[in-house]
């Protein structure tokens, strides 16, 4: 007992020193009520420490009003000290966490908070030691910076989110009008444009809703499987490629097998269609516009038996376009991600994350006088028996 006394006396001489190396530390006993507020403490917070002693922490000391005690911001910053302070007298680990509260002179500060619980000579845990690690002036301006970028990431969201709700409007009405024209009398030709345009208001819905960014970049999203019709798929990516083409007057040919209309696969179509559009648009923006420039998307399907019925196909498909090719920074991005990112490289970035979702690989080839991005993605064949 003489032994813990004279420690306890150090203990307390040392938190009551004025010196200024010694940090803000207040203390509660078990009951919640303030049992220790030390010359530091005084000091960051304009409350002299006999008007903080034997008041309760939480509701006295640190309070939301301005009638008496160190004032916080609101009553959440209350409810998490509250509940910091239990797991502490619990036993519980706790980290620092960052407190917030208003000075004497009207400033708000903030600091890091640790918590440990006291307990006397018999073990029995008598209330919670408490730090404030203040920061210095430039983490103070660093905390600050943070704080707005959060918000403007906050706000950003916040609009994202409006326009995706807003596209989604002339979306359902673009799916009203197409499911009008397939129950009307529509020649082969008709039929085969409605089947492009659906293809590619249903890619652009689903690109829409695209919010679980991280489970593309981590590979664990959840892919959407479907039976397709590969010719259907090929014809909705070359179709989004025209306009740019016609814009840039480079020629995009498709060199591609005629039994390309008789496969069949199960996979994710939409986001097949995603992938090698983003690559095929990318090769056409970065092809010179001059006289005779042509880009070439070319399919190459090899079929292979797995067991005595099921077959897998191996699409290779090949972009080819000249010299000088896309950027070596874009196609670096494609494959590490950073801060700063393009347009265009999170483009590639996101579809060769993709690529890989669906157990494919992108690759970029660089020659002399050609450029050629190749992907290589496998889907289960599905048998028709009219095919």
Known sequence: MDKYTRIQGDYISIIQNPSALIPPIFMTDDQGHCSEWNDAMEKLSGLNREDALERILIGEVFTVTNDYGVRVRDHDTLTRLRIFLNEAISGQETDKILFGFYRADGKYMEALLSANKRMDSEGKVRGVLCFLHVASPQLQYALKVQRISEQAAADSLKK?????????????????????????????????????????????????SDTDIEGIEESYMELNTMEFNLSETISAIMNQAMIPSREREIQVILDSPPDLSSMYLSGDRLRLQQVVANFLINALLFTPARQGSSITLRVIPRKERIGTKMHIVHLEFRITHPAPGIPADLIHGMFHHSQGITREGLGLYISQKLVKLMNGTVQYLREAELSTFIIFIEFPLVSHSDS
């Not at 409006?162 to 673009?174: F, H, T």
């Not at 499911?179 to 009307?184: C, F, I, K, N, W």
């Open 160 to 208: 994202l989110a409006y326009i995706r709700r807003e596209i989604k409007k002339p979306l359902d009405g673009m799916l009203c009008v197409l499911s009008l024209m397939d129950r009307s009398d529509l020649s082969l030709e008709q039929s085969q444009l409605l089947k492009i345009s659906e293809s590619c208001r249903d890619q652009l819905e689903n690109i829409v």
